[in-house]
C-alpha cells in the first residue's frame, strides 16, 4: 500500500497523525484494489472532504478520517482479516493533499 502526503511517498507501515485546523483541512482518497469488496461493487474510491485529522493505523489494520468542519468521521479498513486468519488487502493508495475549498458533502464515491 502507498501512502502519499501532499505528493510525497510516506512509509505506509508506521502510525501516523495528521491535524489541519484551518478553513479547509485535508481531502483524502482511498482508492481500493481491483480484488476489495468496495470495488467489486463499483466503487473504486473514496474521497473524505475537510478531513481536520488523519490517524494512519491507529488500530494495525485502519486508518481514521474525521472532519471538525462537516462535524463527522469514519474509518476504514485497510486489510481484511478472515476468522481463519487469512489477510486480504483492501487499499492500494491513499491520498492525503490539502484541501482549498469548503466541499458541501463530506464522502465522495468514484466508480469503477
Known sequence: MKLIINNVEQ????ELEL???????????IVYLPEAGWYKH??????????TEFHHLYEPT???????IHSCGCSE??????????????????IVEDA???YDV???????
Open 19 to 29: 491535524f489541519k485546523e484551518d478553513d479547509f483541512g485535508f481531502r483524502c482518497t
Open 77 to 94: 479498513r485497510l486489510i481484511d482479516i478472515t476468522p481463519r486468519e487469512e489477510y486480504f488487502p483492501q487499499v492500494d493508495t491513499i
Open 62 to 68: 485502519r486508518s481514521a478520517f474525521e472532519s471538525g
Open 100 to 102: 482549498h475549498k469548503v
Open 11 to 14: 512509509d505506509s507501515t508506521k
Open 42 to 51: 463499483g466503487v473504486k474510491a473514496f474521497t473524505y472532504n475537510n478531513v
Open 106 to 112: 463530506f464522502q465522495e464515491s468514484k466508480g469503477v
